[in-house]
Structure formats: C-alpha cells, structure tokens
C-alpha cells in the first residue's frame, strides 16, 4: 500500500517515551515519567460528578458543530472575569483538545507553500502539522537575548531572509521553554502582525500556570488574533480530549464547515464536564501551587546534579535543560535513563531539531515525592 509523503513526519519523540515508560511499568518496573504535561490530578471533582449524571441519563450524543451553548457561554464569561473582555459567545469554538484545534486553525488560514513562523525550541506538533499540510515551517531561534520569544525585529528579519509570513504562532507560557511573553512584548508581535497582513495565532494552553510575569491573553490586546486554549493542562482533563478557540468573527464560519466535515462535534460528555470544570479554580489553584513546589525543588535540583536551567520556568510545568555536560545525544541519554533508573525525561530534539541533542525536558506536572525520588536517582545514576 503507498504510504503518502504528507504522513512522514517526524515522530513526537516524548509521546514514543511515554509508550515505551507505560510497557515497563506494565512489566513492573518502577518507573517515574517526567516525560508529558499531563498533571498528577484528576479531573475537578464537579466535572466527574456532571459527567456521572450525564452517564446516568444516557443521552449522550452529537451537538452543534462549534460545541455546546452553554459551555460557549461558560468561556465568554472566563474572559470577563479573568481577563476583563467582553467576548461573544458565538465566536468561540469547542474542539476535540487543542490538536483539533491547531488542525482547523492551519486549514482555515493558510495554504499549502504559505510561511508560519514557530518558536525553536518549541512545541514539535506545530511544525509536524504545518508539514504535514504542507505549509513551510520558518523556526526563529529564540533564547536568553530575546527574552525566550519572538520580536518584530525577528519576524522581519526572517521575512528578509524566507519571503512574506501568512502566519505567526506563539505559545505564552510557552513549551518547553517555559517563558511568558510580556504584555507590551505580546502587543508589539500583534501590532506587528496586524500591520504586515500575518495571521497571529496565540497559543494559550498553559494559561492559569504562571508561576511569574504577566498572564496576558491576546484577547485584551486584539479582535484579529486567534486564540487556542485548552482544559487540558490547567483543568487536568487531557484525556477527555476537549479544547476551545477564540475566533475574529470572518473565520468563524470557516472553522465551522471544516468542523462539521473533520470531527462533528467535540464529545458531548466532555463538554459537559467542561462546562462544570469552569467553576472549579480553588480546587485547581491548589494543583497549580503544587506545580510550584514541584518547580521550586527541579529549579535547584537539577543545577546541582549537573543540568543548567536552560531557559526561565515563568510558566507551564518544565524544566528545560542543557545536558551537554554529560551527552550530545540527549536521545540516547533518555533512553539509558529509562532503561537503567526507570525515569523517563523527553530528549530536546523534539522541541529543537538544530540544537535538542544536548537538551532535555523534565515535566514537572506529577506527585511531589516522584520529584523527590526522580532526582534521588538520577543523581545516584551519574555519580
């Protein structure tokens, strides 16, 4: 059978530790995965008791294609209450997790050989998507001398150097860098894009894990940008699968049809739990404080076993790292770990393909005492 060129993508390398953590804990191996952004927690205790109801009713079933109008509603008013916009609930979208998402956004707005500039280090779907559309991916490198993010004076200068951009994509807080983009940072990429004709998309997924800097939604600062956000990461529902989009109001019909046609609705059970999750953020602050331990303990730990913090941990839940002292293959570094300690970390060539051979990413998202005994072994391993 022919296999298309479209589909050979690279893999997601931390999605492949991830399976092969889940086979040795099967055999019954002790292992600990620091390998995912999947938090330690279950869903909020009132979207498992709204999705128990719902099963007990049994009508679970399609609804309109841009999801639930009750959940639509339930996110227009998150952004009057957390980011002070007056948002209509008809130019949200709910999708199947933010990867939908990101699918019907790319097919919305851009066109096989357009030009979408990504952040390297950066999140590897992004690229593989846009490859797999065809849609040339343009990295622009960012690091310690443009504050982990990309600026005008970046995107001009990839411009200079690749053609006109049809898209910019930036993710605050970012993965796997960690970084939050300033508000007048922020403004200044969407001025920017506004004016050159660029497509400014705002990945929001991490929004409600700052741990410092300004939390600023692209939403206060613009109607033009699309904005991604999920109830995976803050929520702690990545296996419900369930996400959102904001849209301007000329792209709202377009992601409509592409979504009738691609997914039919987001799960309606999922929407549902969603919609109760809304309610929840005391009991989800507490996760994110949590995460804060977890991060005040990597962001020390780590130096001292021999890892420079790479990039700042403003957000998100990771810790980036530079392991060059020990490998120039962070790849087979990852698989020695797993296989001789039983931690499972993600290799940097997922997040950078020029210089990830020397960088790892540790997910700092679960139990407090798998930190503690994480880094108890690695550091027994490298001695």
Known sequence: MKISRRSAVEPF???????????RRAAGHPVISMAVG????????????????????????YTEALGLDAL??????????????????????????????????????????????????GYPAYRNI????????IEIEVNAENDFTMTPESLEAAQTVFGKLSGVLLASPANPTGTVTNRAHLQALADYCSVNDIAFISDEIYHGLTF????????????????????????CMTGWRIGWMVLPEAVVRPIERLTQNLYISAPELSQIAALAALGANDELDLHREAYRRNRDLL??????????IASPMDGAFYAYVDVGRFTNDSMAFARRMLAEINVAATPGHDFDPIGGHRTMRFSFAGAHEE??????????WLK
């Open 38 to 61: 999947q938090p330690a927690h279950p869903a909020p205790r009132a979207a498992l008791e709204a999705a128990r109801a719902a099963l007990e009713d049994g009508r679970i079933g």
């Open 299 to 308: 962001a020390t730990r780590l130096p001292e076993l021999g890892f420079s």
């Open 371 to 380: 930190m503690i005994e994480a880094t108890d072994r690695i550091a027994a």
């Open 130 to 137: 846009l490859a797999a559309l065809g849609i040339e991916t």
């Open 72 to 121: 639509r509603q339930g996110i227009a008013a998150h952004y009057r209450t957390r980011h002070g916009v007056k948002i209509d609930a008809s130019r949200i979208a709910v999708t199947t997790g933010s990867s939908a998402a990101f699918n019907l956004a790319f097919l919305t707005l851009f066109d096989p050989g357009d030009r979408v500039a990504i952040a390297r280090p």
């Open 212 to 235: 410092s800097g300004e939390e600023t939604s692209a939403l206060e600062l613009t109607d033009d940008a699309v904005v991604i956000n999920s109830f995976s990461k803050y929520y």
């Open 13 to 23: 390398h931390a999605m492949d530790v991830l399976a092969d953590a889940t086979r």
